[in-house]
């Protein structure tokens, strides 16, 4: 019984929402000259307003979404040096260390080489794997070159080459 009554109670005030929801709009204009609609008659000059139907553009009909294209596997590169041979030494006449690496497959489509020199990038990326370090400090180092995806991403990487530098000692 107890249903029963929630069912009626809940029938007349979803028709009391529904009478409401179509009530007349009414004009008035009050004591300073302002023109107030409202859906409570009240005022003096009180005039009906018919207003237009309102939300009736048709539904946009939603198309699907094109399918993906499948992302293209990662490339693997082989990265080897030619130059310097690991353990070699650049002598004191010699001011500048070439870096020579070869690739396989070759660079191109995006894929750019990066020198790292003692563990660090060392200059801007570029489409040949040929570098030069300028005036290289004495010392031990470790030459590395990488090889980068379009994104910046590592996708191959050649042994590390150590290289020892002489220098002349002032004294």
């Known amino acids: 019984m107890r249903l029963f009554?929630?069912?009626?109670?809940?029938?007349?005030?979803?028709?009391?929402?529904?009478?409401?929801?179509?009530?007349?709009?009414?004009?008035?204009?009050?004591?300073?000259?302002?023109?107030?609609?409202?859906?409570?008659?009240?005022?003096?000059?009180?005039?009906?307003?018919?207003?237009?139907?309102?939300?009736?553009?048709?539904?946009?009909?939603?198309?699907?979404?094109?399918?993906r294209e499948e992302a293209a596997a990662p490339v693997a590169f082989t990265v080897q040096l030619q130059a310097p041979v690991s353990g070699s030494t650049l002598l004191p006449g010699d001011r500048n260390l070439s870096v020579v690496a070869v690739t396989e497959p070759a660079l191109g489509g995006g894929y750019v080489a990066e020198l790292w020199l003692d563990g660090k990038p060392y200059g801007a990326p570029q489409e040949q794997a040929v570098f030069t370090v300028a005036d290289i400090s004495r010392g031990q180092h470790s030459v590395s070159v990488v090889v980068l995806d379009?994104?910046?991403?590592?996708?191959?990487?050649?042994?590390?080459?150590?290289?020892?530098?002489?220098?002349p000692v002032a004294r």
Request: charged content about 15%; aromatic content about 4%.
């Open 5 to 67: 009554q929630s069912a009626c109670y809940l029938g007349v005030l979803s028709l009391g929402l529904a009478a409401s929801a179509l009530a007349e709009i009414y004009k008035t204009v009050d004591a300073q000259g302002r023109v107030v609609y409202t859906d409570v008659p009240s005022g003096k000059r009180l005039e009906s307003v018919d207003l237009p139907h309102i939300n009736e553009t048709p539904a946009t009909e939603i198309q699907p979404l094109p399918a």
């Open 150 to 167: 379009p994104a910046g991403n590592l996708v191959g990487q050649s042994p590390i080459a150590t290289v020892n530098v002489i220098r």
